[in-house]
């Protein structure tokens, strides 16, 4: 029984921790890296639309007598190709994606850009694991005579009634929260078999 505890612990532990793997996009699908026809210019724009890339994903760009080109923003939108980032001539280029935001990549063959033949890749910054929520606190009980601002002044001081409540209430709460935490403990205990 201990070690069926064991696996399903192991098995829960590795679904609810499980990291969404890095994916290879290949560039224009099956039309690859080329230059788009005259009544399809936005091809490109319209892949990347369509996919979602995260940090550690992969652009494979599949080209026959043309290059890609990794540019700045300004050279992009101005298809100017005589500073590149990088330069791939090799017919087939896989690209990493290693940070969040824009990436811009236009072709180095003259008027290719001007017709289409440029991508830009908005890359997804990761999720930021949610704070777990706060531990419940205890509530303070107001001393005797006391008056908030948001209520009027009574002239009847607390009634003992009242006192008992709050203190009753607090005390659910510490308690609740206590016993929370000593079961989540004990469960993790019996499934290391501790």
């Known amino acids: 029984m201990s070690s069926f505890l064991r696996i399903f612990f192991i098995i829960f532990l590795a679904t609810a921790t499980s990291v969404q793997s890095a994916r290879q996009f290949h560039v224009g699908d099956r039309v690859g890296w080329r230059q788009p026809d005259q ?31 990794s540019v700045e923003k300004e050279d992009y939108f101005n298809c100017d190709t005589s500073e ?19 990436f811009y990549f236009i072709s180095g063959t003259d008027d290719h850009c001007n017709n289409g033949q440029k991508l830009l890749v908005e890359v997804m910054a990761p999720h930021p694991i949610p704070a777990s929520p706060p531990t419940p606190t205890t509530i303070a009980v107001p001393p005797e005579g006391f008056s908030s601002p948001m209520m009027a002044p009574s002239n009847a001081p ?10 009753s209430s607090s005390t659910m709460v510490v308690v609740t929260s206590s016993f929370m935490s000593t079961l989540v403990t004990f469960v ?3 499934m290391l078999g501790l």
């Not at 399809?40 to 494979?60: E, H, M, P």
């Not at 980032?85 to 940070?99: E, P």
Request: cysteine-free; glycine content about 4%.
């Open 84 to 102: 590149p980032i990088t330069t791939f001539t090799n017919g087939k280029s896989t690209l990493n994606l290693d940070r969040s935001g824009p």
């Open 39 to 69: 009544n399809n210019a936005d091809f490109y724009t319209k892949w990347a639309q369509t996919n979602r890339f995260q940090i550690g994903d992969s652009l494979v760009f599949e080209y026959e007598n043309d290059s890609v080109l």
């Open 158 to 167: 607390y009634s003992s009634d009242t006192l008992d409540q709050a203190a």
């Open 188 to 190: 993790i205990v019996i």
